[in-house]
């Protein structure tokens, strides 16, 4: 049972942007607003991996790898979580998933794929 359904990922060159957003099916919607949330990606031959995320009063927290790039925001009312990705780079080529942090097994959606081409 998909808990979270991911979208915008796609093909973007290198310096390009995108919007990705996520959001939490009905069966667990009412437990989004008071968690935080994390934006997670798993590149080829990689481990899974944090790399933002916002609790529920809004304070954020980046990887390393993505500060200055990605911004993630969130609206408690369409328990929706976005990442905005800009000048993008190859190696943030990854399937990208949202879930609570810290993660919980059963709330892992398909993911959606970024592509970055140098």
């Known amino acids: 049972q998909v808990q979270f359904v991911e979208s915008g990922g796609g093909l973007v060159q290198a310096g390009g942007s995108l919007r990705l957003s996520c959001v939490a099916s009905?069966?667990?919607?009412?437990?989004?607003?008071?968690?935080?949330m994390g934006w997670y990606r798993q590149g080829p031959g990689r481990q899974r991996e944090l790399v933002a995320d916002?609790?529920?009063?809004?304070?954020?927290n980046y990887a390393d790898s993505v500060k200055g790039r990605f911004t993630i925001s969130r609206d408690n009312a369409k328990k929706t979580v976005y990442l905005q990705m800009n000048s993008l780079k190859p190696e943030d080529t990854a399937v990208y998933y949202c879930n609570v942090v810290p993660q919980y097994m059963n709330y892992w959606g398909q993911g959606t794929q970024v592509t970055v081409s140098s």
């Open positions: 009905r069966s667990i919607s009412s437990t989004f607003s008071p968690n935080t």
């Open positions: 916002i609790s529920s009063v809004g304070n954020t």
